[in-house]
């Protein structure tokens, strides 16, 4: 596979990041934010769309896994809730999702212990942080949008 | 007489690319960091600039924004050398105002005199005569003959080579302090003095043709470099790796220098995971070094290609439904193409007892999640790469 050292010059558009604080301003306590969205920036070379779209689909699966957690959770299925609680932190962790990974691990322990002792709560814990990762995740995509009739990318 | 500024600290590159230049008719001037690049940038005028993005002092793409700054030189071509691992970086230099990004992996002389021909024209016509690769500029430029190009690459690839086993002494004195840095302070300085040597040999690599060194280096540079602005990631694994590429630097600088060894052979490898978006992840990492794989979610029908395909390497989750990664690496083992496939396991579970069930099923090797990209794409290399010095199975 020998290539052309010249690389592609496409550019893409820009990639949401967190917003900087101004200089002038008090430094902020060190807060934990939701999401690491370097790990999404490198994940998608910092392509607006492919964010966009990858983004979509972790909300679309953790939805749905949040809701099998829960019911599991509920019908006291041990395994279910380790399986399912594995393969959200997977991907959680994968995308940076920070504060969330160590709830859906927790969920896995007990889940493999076979005794879901605190598993309500940590589950109603985890779809709390969700919320904020959905919100969050919102408010960094909404600030990457381009203008209205803005050219498409 | 077309004028070429050279920016890049590294002053044998610098000076092999001036040289190249210089005998081909253009003016050329070198300068080791971005603000002494600037200041001479400001006497000499040139009409293109070749810009290293890995400078001290001042960084690549502050110097590209710099000069994009002064309305003299807002369309001045700047080329820009890269590391195509850097994938941010490079972003960054496009944003800045590059004209051309080139990869250092595979930018012999020629390849930039060609780049620079079709950006800023030819140099002037000059009497010939041989260049050196001394590293000094030639005072008599002299156009070359395809005959003296190869000569003089070759000359490059020897001078290389011959300077490899002290820096494989280099190489592994800057491990050893990294691994035994008691402070997070040393353990930092360690890794960017370890990145700085890397970075050179990518360079030097680079410009003597020398593609899977260059490749390999570019690639532990980048990871090295991930390591250094985001310390959270330094850990048992990635310093595991990082000694990994180290060890197999020695071993390429040994068995790598061989004229069929200056590709990244074409590769086939198998990514089985139950879950879309680390497959994806493993795809990206393994895309970085232009590595193609085929991925899968069920570990049945992974089985099934296995038992009908060639692959040089499996990445296997150790938890999905059905057969988990342990039991799909026994069942692999028994198939006469994969008795000795690498196999590595991609996994949450970081405890003792499942590196051992790992090792047990027949794996080779462990990278936990969530896996730094860069730390994944340098494992593949590895495989891959030593992969290709076994003998044909």
Not at chain 2, 160 to 184: H, N
Request: some cysteine.
């Amino acid at each position: 596979m020998k290539k052309d050292p010249i690389i592609k010059d496409e550019m893409t558009p820009a990639a949401p990041t967190a917003p900087s604080p101004k200089a002038d301003a008090p430094a902020p306590a060190v807060e934990e934010l939701p999401v690491e969205m370097d790990r999404l920036n490198d994940l998608t070379e910092g392509n607006a769309d492919s964010i966009r779209e990858l983004v979509d689909l972790f909300l679309k699966q953790t939805t749905q896994q949040l809701a099998q957690l829960e019911a599991a959770v509920r019908a006291n299925k041990a395994d279910d809730v380790r399986r399912v609680a594995h393969s959200c932190a997977g991907a959680s962790a994968t995308l940076g999702m920070t504060r969330f990974v160590p709830l859906l691990r927790e969920l896995e322990k007990q889940g493999a212990s076979g005794a879901l002792i605190t598993a309500a709560q940590v589950y109603e814990a985890a779809a709390r942080e969700f919320k904020l990762i959905q919100n969050f995740l919102a408010a960094q995509l909404n600030s990457a949008a381009p203008p209205p009739g803005a050219a498409p990318s | 007489m077309k004028k070429i500024l050279i920016i890049e600290d590294d002053q044998i590159v610098a000076n092999v690319y001036r040289n190249k230049l210089a005998v081909e008719g253009y003016q050329t001037e070198a300068a080791l960091d971005g603000e002494s690049g600037l200041k001479m940038m400001r006497t000499f005028q040139p009409d293109a600039i070749v810009l290293d993005l890995v400078l001290p002092k001042m960084s690549g793409v502050e110097v590209i924004k710099e000069i994009r700054g002064e309305a003299d030189f807002s369309k001045l071509p700047i080329i820009v050398f890269s590391n195509t691992y850097l994938t941010n970086l490079i972003q960054d230099a496009w944003k800045a105002g590059a004209t051309k990004c080139v990869s250092k992996i595979n930018c012999p002389p020629r390849e930039l005199l060609d780049l620079m021909r079709r950006t800023i024209g030819d140099g002037e016509a000059v009497s010939p005569a041989r260049p050196t690769t001394e590293g000094a500029p030639a005072t008599q430029p002299a156009r070359f003959t395809s005959e003296a190009d190869a000569e003089f690459q070759a000359g490059l690839q020897k001078t290389f080579i011959a300077s490899l086993p002290a820096t494989l002494v280099a190489l592994r004195a800057g491990l050893q302090s990294l691994i035994k840095s008691d402070t997070e302070v040393a353990r930092l300085k360690n890794i960017h003095e370890l990145y700085r040597r890397v970075h050179a040999v990518n360079g030097n690599a680079g410009i003597a043709g020398l593609v899977q060194i260059a490749h390999l280096a570019a690639a532990l540079e980048a990871l090295l470099k991930e390591l250094y602005e985001k310390p959270k990631n330094i850990n048992t694994s990635t310093l595991r790796t990082v000694a990994a590429t180290v060890d197999f630097l020695g071993f390429l600088f040994e068995h790598g220098t061989r004229p069929d060894k200056q590709e990244i052979p074409p590769a086939s490898i198998l990514v089985v995971d139950d879950e879309v978006i680390s497959r994806r992840a493993i795809i990206y990492a393994l895309e970085k070094a232009q590595l193609q794989s085929i991925s899968v979610e069920d570990p049945n029908v992974a089985f099934k290609l296995l038992s009908e395909n060639q692959f040089d390497l499996v990445f296997l989750d150790v938890d999905m439904p059905g057969m988990t990664g342990y039991e799909l690496c026994t069942k692999l083992r028994n198939l006469p193409l994969h008795k000795k496939t690498p196999v590595v396991f991609i996994t949450g579970l970081t405890d003792f007892d499942n590196r051992t069930s790992s090792m047990m099923a027949g794996g080779n090797d462990f990278i936990a999640k969530p896996f730094l990209f860069i730390e994944l794409t340098v494992k593949a290399l590895i495989h891959v790469l030593r992969g290709k010095f076994q003998p044909a199975k």
